[in-house]
Each structure stands twice: as C-alpha cells, then as structure tokens.
Antibody, heavy 119, light 107 residues
Framework: QVQVQESGPGLVKPSETLSLTCTVSGGPISNFYWSWFRQPAGKRLEWIGRVYTGGSTDYNPSLKSRVTMSVDTSKNQFFLSLTSVTAADTAMFYCARDSIEALDVFDIWGPGTMVTVSS | EILMTQSPATLSVSPGERATLSCRAS??????LAWYQQKPGQPPRLLIY???TRATGIPARFSGSGSGTEFTLTISSLQSEDFAVYCC?????????FGQGTKVEIK
C-alpha cells in the first residue's frame, strides 16, 4: 500500500526558504503526478503545485514566483521549496498523489507537517 | 481562479439522519468535482470524484450529484464516524480550488 510522508523543519524565519521533502513508500514513484498542498489553520486547502516524475511541473500562479518542485526517483522522494516566506505562509503542508482512478483528484495523502513562519 | 462556495457552514444532524451538503462554483466546472472528508489532525480523504463516482472503499451511504455550477453531497444515514468537515474541490480549471468546508456535527 502506497504511503507518503512529509518531512522538514517546523519553524522557518521570515524571508528565508521553506524546504520540505515527501518520501514515497510501498509503491513506485515513477509515472505519477505528485502534488503539494497547504492549509492555514481554519482555512481552505490550497493546491501549491505538482511535479511529474519526468520532471515537468505545474505551479499555482499565486505562488509561482516563489515555488520550485523537483523529484528524485532514485530516493523515492519529491521536494518543495518556497522562497521569501512570511507569516502568511504558516500552514499545514501536505503531499499527495493523484488517484489511479482519475487525474487531479487525490487519494494518497501524507499526514501533513506543520510549518510556522516566525522569527 | 474558480471560487468554490459551500453551504451551510455547519450542519447539525442526528445519527441515522440524512445530511445534504451543497457546493457552488463561480463558473462551470462540468463534472470535474470531488468531495473530501477531513477530520481534525488528519489529511483529506477522497470520497467522490467526477461529481458522482465513489472512490474505492467509500460506503454507499455517500453519494454525489450535480454538474456545471451546483453540486450536492448526500450522506444517507449518518454514522458516528461521519461527523467531520467536508470540502468540495473543482479540478476542471488549473489550479484546482477547494471550498471552505461544511462541518457536520452531532445534533
């Protein structure tokens, strides 16, 4: 059974770069889209973007200037980098995989990792 | 960006009763609409995609309907494990966007 798990620092200083890793286990990382989401406390989910294992990416236009996603198939991991963070970037971050049943819906989610932006 | 609006914000329902949740899109998303369940401290769980197709393993008491801009999630007989937040998600236009959620609470 495929599982994904986010990891990274829980605290990032303003203006610095947030870097998260998502590790895939129990199944292949190849030939899937892998996505990142965030959810500030009490607010709606936001799709940050996705990376395909071939390396192509799609980013939410609202974050595009600050986001980079990449994948390392040899390690079964994919990555999120968000630059120039502010307090508004404080959120629970999730990684997820497209469902086999339908593209752009997500049935494999990590438990989430809370990231706080504060000095 | 398509705005997804859910109503009501909170729905108080007794166990065994039916719950009906609504989701409206600011423009047509055809049938590219999914529903997720989210419990405190947990990630979303996919319930419905394609507006009306249950995801694998989802009980038949969950059903979805609608197309275009108006969608409904119905839980036919609420079980204790169904009390949670439900959000809709359009994936017709990039980037996909989510509703703010409807909390289903015990009456």
């Amino acid at each position: 059974q495929v599982q994904v798990q986010e990891s990274g620092p829980g605290l990032v200083k303003p203006s610095e770069t947030l870097s998260l890793t998502c590790t895939v286990s129990g199944g292949p990382i190849s030939n899937f889209y892998w996505s990142w989401f965030r959810q500030p406390a009490g607010k709606r989910l936001e799709w940050i973007g996705r990376v395909y294992t071939g390396g192509s990416t799609d980013y939410n236009p609202s974050l595009k200037s600050r986001v980079t996603m990449s994948v390392d198939t040899s390690k079964n991991q994919f990555f999120l980098s968000l630059t120039s963070v502010t307090a508004a970037d404080t959120a629970m971050f999730y990684c997820a995989r497209d469902s086999i049943e339908a593209l752009d819906v997500f049935d494999i989610w990590g438990p989430g990792t809370m990231v706080t932006v504060s000095s | 960006e398509i705005l997804m609006t859910q109503s009501p914000a909170t729905l108080s329902v007794s166990p065994g009763e039916r719950a009906t949740l609504s989701c409206r899109a600011s423009q047509s998303v055809r049938s590219n609409l999914a529903w997720y369940q989210q419990k405190p401290g947990q990630p979303p769980r996919l319930l419905i995609y394609g507006a009306s197709t249950r995801a694998t393993g989802i009980p038949a008491r969950f059903s979805g309907s609608g197309s275009g801009t108006e969608f409904t999630l119905t839980i036919s007989s609420l079980q204790s494990e169904d009390f949670a937040v439900y959000c809709c998600h359009q994936y017709n236009n990039w980037p996909g966007t989510f509703g703010q959620g409807t909390k289903v609470e015990i009456k």
